[in-house]
């Protein structure tokens, strides 16, 4: 039987245990999937990840190391530890505190620098994985991501279809995502697939991928926008050649266009949506979401950019002849001939002031 003043001590040592035990149940049940992905892509990254951790590690190790055995080696009680209250410096030792880090540094800045441009998200793919090349008589699937309040809309030109918070990709063929956004920025991001990418509105930013492995991965936004972004997920279907068309002819036959009038209805925020399949879209719908023109009146920002440029060219900053009617510049862009010289515009409070007689006087910084 436990003593009474031992026994809040027991039930601590049974909560502790408790604790443990859920937790290592619940790591258990998790999946790395960072560290375990399906797409080459992301598995180049996650090598890029190993390598930088254990570079790290060369330093971190032999630092932690070297904290316990000083502190075991110099403590009180050890009288045969050498004391030398005068030691200040030694070369050899700051040599190899400096250069350790330093070459370190060196080999994670160069895998990081080779990895940025290998794996630029906007470079089309060379591989399918680390033993096959990429055939290039296969032409990349185009996948046009919008990110939206708070869905994902998927189009698949080549098929003549779109969805909603669904997206299947067949295996070991080159993707290409178009990403864009309509009202606010978001992430776009599938770990087993590709690092994340920024979906913004009126811009296209793109993704180079491939899956590799068949399974059902999740998707979702990884820059907070708002009231539903803990909602804003979708499932990503790794799929054989037959398997990806059967599923697109599923999707022709949901008999549900995304017309100009049901696209103004999905923009509207909503939360939780289920997966949605369209049979058909209208025509440059995608275009007009990147442009900011899928409502009836509003202009089309290519068009306002193509408009602009069309206006003429622009006159020359130091252009003292400009033709008259132009928006002249700015002074910051004239030439000292063209600015002149002119009288102050307030004058000064006494009769005598300095600015009376001292135009040049610092007293004067204060007049305009």
Known sequence: MIPIRFAHFARKRAIRATVSIA???LLGACNAVVLQPSGDVAAQQRDLLVASTLLMLLIIIPVMV???IVAWRYRESNKEATYLPDWDHSTGLELLIWSAPLLIIICIGAITWLGSHTLDPYRPLDRIDAGRAVDPRVKPLEVDVVAMDWKWL??????GVATVNQLALPLD???EFKITATSMMNSFYIPALA???YAMPGMETRLNAVLNKPGTFDGFSANYSGAGFAGMNFKTLGLDDAGFDRWVAGVRGSGLKLTDANYL???KPSENVKP???SGFAPGLYGRILNRCTHPGEACIADVMMQDMAKGAKVPVNDTNAAPGRTPEGALFKSPQEKGTGPFQTQPTAPNAPGNAEPGSQKNRGAS
Do not use: D, M
Not at 154 to 159: G, N, Q, S, V
């Open 265 to 267: 209805e999905l923009e």
């Open 154 to 159: 998927f189009f698949y030109p080549e098929y």
């Open 23 to 25: 937790a290592l149940a």
């Open 276 to 278: 949605i399949a369209f």
């Open 195 to 197: 690092g994340q990418i």
């Open 173 to 175: 063929r080159p993707v």
């Open 66 to 68: 070297a904290t316990v």
